[in-house]
């Protein structure tokens, strides 16, 4: 399964654009599960941003178990949150500058 996932990952690296992302997980994902990731990356960028999980919550209509979930893998997970709002915010940045 391990190669499975590797193969995964790379063929999303691989990937050029966000359109093209945005076709391969239509394809490969429900539009739930889609919005279900999307909203475990706002859940993620608002707990950075210091929201309390009651904020998350209110604004993102989503249970106090998807957002300790989402926090414990934004503080002692693999990373990969903080690589995406990092690079997210670098992106915001450069657009606004």
């Known amino acids: 399964m391990e190669r499975k996932i590797g193969q995964l990952s790379q063929a999303i690296a691989d990937l050029e654009s966000a359109d ?3 076709a391969f997980l239509e ?3 429900t539009i739930r599960e889609i919005q279900d990731m999307a909203q475990r990356l ?6 950075e941003d210091g929201a309390s999980y009651q904020e998350v919550s209110d604004e993102l209509a989503i249970s106090s178990a998807t957002i300790a979930r ?3 893998a934004l503080h002692y997970g693999a990373g990969g949150y903080k690589a995406v709002l990092a690079r ?3 992106q915001k940045s450069r657009h606004e500058g």
Not at 42 to 47: D, F, K, N, V, Y
């Open 42 to 47: 706002e859940a993620a960028r608002m707990l």
């Open 20 to 22: 093209a992302v945005r």
């Open 27 to 29: 394809d490969l994902c």
């Open 88 to 90: 997210l915010g670098s």
């Open 70 to 72: 989402v926090n414990k």
